[in-house]
């Protein structure tokens, strides 16, 4: 939101008051009270009326420090509350001089000037990260309201994406950002990577993959410099990232008081350790979950032969599926969601999935949506309990938007949630094992809710409850770490309750570029996880998109072919023909069993993303902030601590990437190959068998002997390939149990020419082989393999 008009003046009809001096300074409680009044006060007639800003800064865990910043502090609020996890035995340090006081929390530390200017600084271990001074943080009045508001402010009571503008009164904060760098996060936004210059508005829409809108809004950002700040308001937040004002991010607040939490950190990544320790961990999902999807797609046609025919098609082809999807039609049209089959088309849903599991070794997934539409059997029911949103007037809430009469299921009523929760329920004991979370975006904002909730703030949190209520009953009817949710919307918190999946995007290599460019920034905002549409949903793509796709698909967390209006198995865009090597299925089956193979060092990598918050899935800037070339890439990342991936976006094949310093292998390419330079950027023509994946120095990777289900011996039978490791060096990987558990630690030590691996004793046996060299070892399972170069 701006209210700037250059830079000397305020847009019109906007009165701005800055915290301009610290007037008084406190320490109380382990925190500092700040009294800012809007002017410099040099006699007492000053301090009659006037703006002025009471301002509180603390910890709630170490390198997390809370502002709250309040003008009317008797105002109404009712905004739901993200869910934080403070640290109550954690107190900062404080110290005070004659010029200033400095909180520090850990190695993060603020620091409140003194005297007759305001001035806030924040850094880290002594090194500056941002702060604020002259007309930054602010009380902001409407004087007049505009006509453009009068037009919009109607929208405030639909079923639409677009918010009506707040009006009234706001609080700003305005924080500086140094020559050089970079802003990222704000949720899932298919806009660029980098955030510069943009404005982001905090408002789930379901607006697909093509537009500034986004159905994950996360009201955090991440900065290269090693911090991040998560504004704690449900509500909606707008963000200015250097575009009103170039040198500063601005984030903006409707009402009376604004809070945010600053999190530092060594790097980027340490900063999403930290914050997700505040909103959540990932939780695990189980190892099966990261194999091959298949879905019925939308409006398809379907039904058991329908289904059977997709599991034997792929069996056939000896293309290894994990999880299949039953989308919305599992259900009889006009009653989403009623947790009812369609019995005409699935007569018997017990037997059926009792039976598919049993013959393809396959997890079932089914499709909801938080809505109940008027047609469906459990409406009259949830209408006379009270269970859904209401209006004003006392009414329920209804649209015929989707499902027609439909109404939302009040998440703030616990009655409500444990009766949405009988339904999950319902369907894992007639065999579903993971449930497709859709929808939750489009949350009106004209209602009522049974905890009197703030309906406006409720519009980005509703989707939290949502899929907590969903995530929470699966978990109790599979067991922990055995729960997968496919959910559409988030907001902060959200990554709790994995996985996420990008939304509505097309058939097209832009829409495949934009998909990415939406799960790196979702990454870069706590969540740990990330999948989307292999081939695309909307409209059909050519097969040369299909393949390239199920590439770029297979080397995500979580790996799903659906559509919308066509089916996504490979035969209905290339046979399967040995005439032609590169053929959809052909390509299809590769990549399913790389990943098979590479699940040894994925499941490890989840285990990893699940204990410490950092994102299995993420931009080159988590891991080489240091690097200036990794700062703004947004067409490659890293799956895990140890594998660059770049996808092919282009028709001609040709892959452009950079590779950071160090002696990177080429995992697709021949073992015995010299080792790739990294420094510098390459350009590389791929068949449809490949795609740049490249393992980083100094890695352990360890290759499974797989067959056809995901949870497997991860060591037994393996090759583990020793990958630029330098003299001097020591490097680990964790091997974990696909039942769950870590089974052992791989450590291999280099001296001069003689690299020495060690382990627990084990009778398992496997494979050892130095990268870029014709060297190749069996391990005897002794606890000690020695390879000499």
Sequence with gaps: MKFADGFWLNRRGFTVDYAA????????????????????????????????????????????????????????????????NRDESFHPVITETAEAVTLRSGKTAVTVAKGMNWNVQFTYDGKHLTGGGWRATSYIQQNAYLQENDQRQAMDNTFWSIPAPAKGAFVREQLTLSVGEYIYGFGERFTPFVKNGQTVETWNSDGGTCSDQGYKCVPFYLSSRGYGVLANQTGPVSYEVASDTVSKVSMTVPG????????????????????????????????????????????TDYDEKTVSGFLDGMAKRNIPLQMFHFDCF?????????????????????????????????GICAWINPYIAQQSPLFDEGAEKGYFIHTKDGGIFQTDM??????????????????????????????????????????????????????????????????????????????????????????????????????????????MAETL????????????FFSHDIGGFEQTASADVYKRWVAFGLMSTHSRLHGSTSYRVPWAYEEDDPANPENACAVLRFFTNLKGKLMPYLWAQANHTHETGVPMMRAMVLDYSDDPACLTLDRQYMLGDSLLCAPVFDESGIAEFYLPEGAWFDLLGEASAPLTQGGKWYRRRCSYLEMPIYVRPGTILTLGDFGTD???????????????????????????????????????????????????????????????????????????????L
């Design 21 to 84: 001096q610290p007037y008084s300074v406190e320490v109380r409680d382990h925190e500092i009270h700040v009294l800012a009044t809007s002017q410099q006060i040099y006699h007492r007639g000053m301090t009659l009326g006037g703006v002025m800003l009471e301002i509180v800064y603390s910890a709630v865990r170490a390198d997390a420090i809370r502002v709250q910043i309040v003008h009317h502090k008797g105002a109404a609020n009712h905004e739901p509350k993200f869910e934080i």
């Design 256 to 299: 009376e008081s604004l809070e945010y939490i600053l999190v530092g950190g060594a790097n980027p990544a340490e900063v999403l350790s930290t914050y997700t320790a505040l909103t959540g961990r990932p939780a695990l999902t189980p190892a099966k979950s990261l194999g091959l999807w298949l879905s019925t797609s939308f409006t």
């Design 330 to 362: 599992w259900m009889k049209a006009f009653t989403w969601t009623s947790f009812a089959w369609d019995e005409e088309m699935f007569p018997d849903p017990k037997g059926m999935l009792a039976r598919l599991k049993k013959e393809y070794n396959i």
């Design 402 to 511: 989707w499902q027609p009469g439909m109404a939302l299921v009040d998440f703030t009523n616990p009655d409500a949630c444990r009766w949405f929760a009988d339904g999950i329920r319902k369907l894992c004991a007639e065999g579903v094992t993971a449930i497709k979370t859709d929808f939750g975006e489009r949350i009106p904002t004209d209602v009522v809710y049974f905890d009197g909730s703030d309906p406006v703030a409720m519009h980005n949190y509703y989707t939290y409850l949502y899929n907590k209520t969903v995530f929470t009953a699966l978990e109790e009817c599979v067991g922990k770490d055995k729960a997968v949710l496919f959910a559409r919307s988030a907001t902060a918190g959200g990554q709790k309750f994995p996985v996420h999946w990008g939304g509505d995007c097309s058939a097209e290599y832009s829409a």
């Design 517 to 528: 460019r939406g799960g790196l920034s979702l990454c870069a905002s706590g969540f740990g």
């Design 710 to 788: 995901v949870e497997y011996d991860y060591l037994n039978n393996a090759t583990v390939l020793l990958c630029g490791i330098a003299d001097g060096q020591t490097v680990t990987a964790d091997i974990y149990k696909a039942a769950g558990g870590l089974d052992l630690t791989l450590t291999a030590e280099r001296q001069g020419d003689r690299i020495t691996l060690t382990y627990p004793a084990t009778d398992r046996r496997f494979t050892v082989k130095v990268a870029g060299t014709a060297i190749s070892v069996q391990a005897d399972g002794s606890g000690t393999t020695v390879i000499d």
